[in-house]
């Protein structure tokens, strides 16, 4: 769930004025306010040169960091490489290469995955036979939770391809119907609901020399045991292509271990890590190997995520970072290995830095102390980089910088391309909740905002894991939330206690008890709301989109006094329902938590509804499936309360293109409807 989009609205005010210049939709979709970056930005070979696209990318042109002074300029050509690949893609469809000496490919015609060489553009050696019916290899496994965002990794000297084979044909199958054509037809999909039968996974080692000297594949499995761990995540490659680390984690996911293998036989060596939490563990990163066989792992292990150092053997030398925040993303290591460079909210929980640890001593180091998100590019040696940086009221200012703080120097500053638009006013701010936390909140006023009037109010949740919807950058919350406040209404966002880049208490709290505490949460911003003079009490709307649409249903149907209208779309309403992977890790399985999935169960709350409510949900979606809001529909028959269906055929989870912007009209006169006449 943590891909999961964040849907917002749109409306036409009936008793306030309409916005003379409203935002354009479908212009967002063609490009019409995106901000002006630097393109194809790319360091150089030589320390402190970087190169770029020309306004018309003909030509690259070479800079040097310092001066800022062009070094040449050279008109953009195809090389014989470039046409190689284009030759090679008439059959088939590039999909990644390892430094120009591998790549993997698909055949027109044909399943699975190709692996070529560039000296070679032939048809390739298939990267794996051992398939069959219901078996997936080299795709993103264990539905792309832990970080899995791919189904392969090459070595570090491109020698070898590691990937991941799945067999699904244990796991229940589940309906899609297809309805394009003149017919219908059902596409059957594998879905592994909490507490039942899951995939089986091994990761596979195919040797490219050998492969190709035989022309057939040559690849062995590691021999991974599932009493280490079903879910296997993490898959690295030692420096030297010795050895293959898997972290393996249980079906509880309460255990982790990180364990060496041979990679030439697959024979596990040795386990260096093992991580326990009572509640759960998560482990989303890859070590980080250091030229002196020592590496860099990452854990929450004190309650906040920070760096550890480990000796080869797996023997802890030392915690590098600590503290009350969390490291969002490692970036590495300078030359020397002396300081490790790495994004974090330090300063603020809604704002992003950059920041380096010294190795030795343990110093910290801010390198863009400016307020707001900063989205930064490092050159190969740490020595400078490209610092995009953007805040609730600048679309983004682009700055090339060196690590020592002695070069900073503005080189675009992108134009505000919805000044034309006159855009509401956004602050963040925060309230605490019962247990003293604070919690992070954003409100958009309504253009020419009048503090004696009285204005409809549109809450927007999602609430879950792994998101974060306030944040310290421009167009905060997406360009649909500011379209509404255009129109007249005051929107609210909170992010609640089970968000992410608070610490893991903060998140893990709501353990076993899905929509308990993030409710209580939101309550405390809908109490906030309603003592506000300005705020319609009597016309307050909420939506939400999958967790978010969880969240909004259990909003308004254990506090159905407060709302005047809802939308959500692709929600949750019985966790029963949901994957393994995901659903088990917050809520256990329905056997050992019944408690919980009751609790949590939107289908006998459903009954307590008092205001209209639209539901969406794509007929294709391989995330939530439509079995939730299918039961949500029957059982309102049963307790006679209506709602409002609405089914996109051809989508996923996510309405995509420019079919969202027909989705954000439909929410928009939705809560037009209730919100905006009194």
């Not at 990318?57 to 800079?63: F, G």
């Not at 990180?258 to 040795?270: E, F, N, P, S, V």
């Not at 001593?361 to 020595?383: A, I, M, Q, W």
């Not at 208490?505 to 929509?515: P, S």
């Amino acid at each position: 769930m943590k891909r999961f989009c964040l849907f917002l609205l749109f409306v036409l005010p009936l008793t306030l004025p309409a916005q003379e210049n409203p935002i354009d939709l479908k212009g967002y979709f063609y490009g019409k306010y995106r901000a002006d970056r630097v393109k194809q930005f790319s360091w150089g070979d030589v320390s402190g040169q970087y190169s770029y696209f020309d306004a018309n990318d003909s030509v690259i042109i070479t800079a040097d960091v310092k001066s800022g002074k062009e070094i040449s300029r050279k008109p953009f050509v195809k090389t014989s490489k470039n046409q190689k690949i284009k030759d090679i893609e008439k059959d088939g469809v590039k999909v990644k290469d390892y430094d120009d000496k591998l790549f993997i490919f698909t055949k027109d015609g044909e399943n699975g995955y190709f692996v070529g060489k560039f000296a070679k553009p032939d048809n390739g050696v298939r990267l794996c036979t051992d398939t069959g019916k219901h078996i997936v290899f080299g795709e993103p496994v264990h539905r792309s939770e832990w970080g899995i965002n791919e189904g392969w990794y090459f070595s570090p000297n491109g020698n070898y391809i590691a990937f991941y084979r799945m067999d699904e044909s244990m796991v229940e199958d589940y309906p899609l119907l297809q309805t394009g054509g003149e017919g219908a037809a059902i596409d059957w999909i594998k879905y592994p609901m909490a507490g039942r039968t899951s995939h089986h996974v091994k990761v596979g080692i195919f040797d490219a020399e050998k492969s190709f000297a035989q022309n057939k594949p040559v690849y062995h499995y590691i021999n991974t045991a599932v009493s280490d761990g079903e879910f296997l995540t993490n898959v690295t490659f030692s420096p030297d292509e010795k050895y293959l680390y898997i972290t393996h984690l249980n079906r509880e996911q309460n255990h982790s271990k990180l364990i060496r293998y041979d990679l030439q036989t697959g024979a596990k060596i040795a386990t260096l890590i093992e991580e326990k939490d009572d509640r759960y563990v998560e482990p989303q990163t890859r070590m980080m190997f250091m030229k002196n066989g020592n590496f860099v792992w990452q854990s929450d292990r004190d309650g906040w995520n920070h760096f550890y150092l480990y000796s080869f053997d797996g023997q802890l030398i030392k915690q590098i970072t600590s503290g009350k925040f969390d490291v969002i993303e490692a970036i590495g290591f300078d030359e020397k290995e002396e300081n490790l460079y790495f994004m974090t909210n330090k300063e603020m929980p809604v704002d992003n830095y950059l920041y380096s640890v010294n190795l030795k001593s343990g110093k910290l180091t801010n390198h863009t102390p400016e307020k707001g998100t900063h989205y930064v590019r490092l050159s190969p040696d740490k020595k400078y980089f490209l610092d995009e940086r953007t805040d609730l009221h600048t679309p983004l200012n682009t700055s090339l910088r060196s690590t020592d703080g002695k070069v900073n120097r503005m080189i675009l500053s992108s134009e505000n391309k919805y000044a034309a638009h006159g855009l509401g006013r956004d602050t963040i701010f925060t309230l605490k909740n019962k247990n003293g936390d604070d919690l992070y909140c954003r409100m958009l006023l309504p253009p020419n905002f009048n503090p004696k009037e009285k204005y409809p109010c549109l809450i927007y949740v999602y609430g879950g894991p792994h998101s974060q919807l306030v944040t310290n950058e421009f167009l905060s919350g997406g360009i649909f939330l500011h379209y509404m406040a255009q129109k007249g209404y005051v929107i609210f966002t909170l992010d609640n206690r089970g968000t992410n880049n608070r610490g893991s208490e903060f998140e893990k709290c709501i353990h076993r008890q899905l929509g308990v505490l993030e409710s209580e949460d939101q309550m405390v911003g809908v109490d906030y709301l309603r003592s506000l003079h300005f705020v319609d009490n009597d016309r307050i709307g909420i939506d939400g989109w999958s967790f978010g649409g969880f969240m909004t249903l259990t909003m308004v149907t254990e506090h159905p006094e407060i709302f005047r209208s809802a939308s959500c779309g692709g929600p949750v309403v019985n966790w029963e329902w949901y994957e393994v992977m995901y659903g088990e890790r917050y809520m256990d399985t329905p056997q050992e938590n019944p408690e919980g999935y009751a609790h949590a169960n939107i289908i006998p709350k459903i009954k307590n509804l008092r205001c209209p409510l639209l539901v969406m949900h794509g007929m294709q979606d391989h995330t939530v499936i439509q079995k939730n809001s299918l039961e949500l529909l029957h059982q309102s028959v049963l307790d006679d309360i209506q709602i409002d269906y609405f089914p996109y055929t051809t989508h996923d989870h996510n309405v995509l293109g420019l079919d969202r912007v027909q989705m954000w009209h439909k929410i928009e006169q939705f809560h037009d409807k209730y919100l905006m006449s009194r």
